[in-house]
């Protein structure tokens, strides 16, 4: 995108003028797209369903990707959709009022998930995983009714790196959020583009754009949440070794199915020596040694 006023999308007017902001964009623009054509995102006559919550990732995610279309390296059309769930105290001309002004293509949805869930969900128990479920099949009715291919997620790098670890301490299994993902249904994909992108990025741009956020405690269920456990866990090791996350994401992105334990991705009992000579033990390994 063009710096010069008269040729800026509204969605970045009053944007800072500094050398250190301009880097940042240009890093989430660059860690946007190359996760974009990495996943393979892109496809024909494409039209997306981009999801605005009102924090500071999807306002993120929002001006990153039509920062991509004003450049022409994001063919395809653009819809923002904000999905209010009824919680008590939400702002609900916060998000209409910010699309209009910014001449921002957008659809705005009322369902009140928030009694169901708590209707519900027991006393003491968190919301979100009922609360995840509703809203994810509401997007996917809007997106079918707008004619959209594919739902816009905003969840960054370290949103999944959370959750690769929350699999692994909590449920068994190594997993995480996908940056490309196909409904069950068969007919939406499900896209993440900031994927490569640093959650402190995301918070640096939303602040220095003053975008209005909205929190998402609004239903009170977050204290105590197990993601928050494994945030504070992600925190103190990249305080005692900077750069930690990133290392560690990179290796979901270098999986060796040879080297785990899952027989359903490698086939350990058809494993064959291509050698038939005796073992050397002078030249096994150390750990292999009597």
Request: glycine share 8%; aromatic share 8%; hydrophobic share 35%.
């Amino acid at each position: 995108m063009l710096d010069d006023a008269d040729d800026m999308h509204p969605l970045f007017q009053g944007a800072p003028k500094s050398t250190e902001f301009r880097k940042l964009r240009k890093r989430i623009v660059r860690h946007t797209r190359e996760a974009i054509e990495q996943y393979g995102m892109i496809e024909p006559g494409g039209k997306w369903l981009v999801c605005l919550s009102g924090g500071k990732d999807s306002y993120t995610l929002l001006a990153v990707l039509y920062e991509l279309k004003w450049r022409g390296l994001l063919p395809v059309e653009l819809l923002a959709c904000n999905l209010d769930q009824g919680q008590p105290g939400f702002p609900a001309t916060v998000l209409p009022e910010f699309l209009e002004t910014r001449q921002v293509p957008h659809r705005i949805e009322y369902q009140d998930t928030y009694s169901v869930v708590m209707d519900k969900v027991p006393q003491g128990r968190t919301f979100c995983a009922l609360c995840s479920r509703l809203r994810r099949g509401i997007l996917y009715r809007i997106a079918r009714e707008e004619g959209c291919t594919a739902v816009v997620l905003g969840h960054h790098r370290d949103d999944i790196l959370e959750t690769f670890f929350m699999n692994l301490f909590h449920g068994g299994r190594l997993a995480t959020m996908p940056p490309k993902l196909l409904n069950e249904e068969g007919d939406l994909f499900v896209y993440r583009p900031l994927a490569h992108v640093a959650e402190a990025d995301c918070e640096r741009f939303a602040q220095a754009m003053n975008y209005p956020i909205i929190p998402c405690d609004l239903c009170g269920s977050q204290d105590g949440l197990q993601r928050q456990q494994v945030k504070q866990i992600l925190d103190g090791w990249e305080a005692n070794s900077p750069g930690r996350r990133q290392v560690m994401f990179r290796s979901l992105m270098n999986a060796r199915p040879s080297h785990l334990l899952d027989p359903k991705l490698f086939d350990f009992t058809g494993l064959m020596r291509t050698k038939s000579e005796q073992f050397d033990v002078d030249s096994a390994p150390p750990d292999l040694r009597d």
